[in-house]
């Protein structure tokens, strides 16, 4: 499996920004899928989830109202439409696969990711 993330690039503090994310390969197992981020020198961190069946979304709290995930099922792949972005949200952005049903966000529960998009937001 193989997931190729898009769309990062330099903004302003305030503006809007997409990431698109494809999955392509075998594909065997697919719960849901999410975006997490990582900025220079701290942990990779939980943005948000959409479950794959249904389409339930699950948002990490410092970006409710902010960001929104959607998906394609016709092409498996997920999106991140963001806006009013700060400068904190300065990171690598990368897309996973949960294979399986899990309450938990941890990226220990994400099998396949990808290769990062970089999102830098000047003030």
């Known amino acids: 499996v193989q997931l190729q993330a898009s769309g990062g690039g330099l903004v302003q503090a305030g503006d809007s920004l997409g990431l698109s994310c494809a999955a392509s390969?075998?594909?065997?197992?697919?719960?849901?899928m999410a975006w997490f981020r990582q900025a220079p020198g701290k942990e990779r961190e939980f943005i948000a989830e959409?479950?794959?069946?249904?389409?339930?979304?699950f948002y990490a709290d410092f970006v409710k109202g902010r960001f929104t995930i959607s998906r394609d099922n016709t092409k498996a792949a997920v999106y991140l439409q963001m806006s009013r972005l700060k400068p904190e949200d300065t990171a690598v952005y990368y897309c996973?696969?949960?294979?399986?049903?899990?309450?938990?966000?941890?990226?220990?529960?994400?099998?396949?990711w990808g290769q990062g998009t970089l999102v830098t937001v000047s003030s």
């Open positions: 996973a696969i949960k294979p399986y049903r899990s309450d938990s966000y941890s990226p220990s529960q994400y099998k396949h």
């Open positions: 390969g075998g594909i065997f197992s697919l719960n849901a």
């Open positions: 959409i479950r794959w069946s249904d389409g339930s979304t």
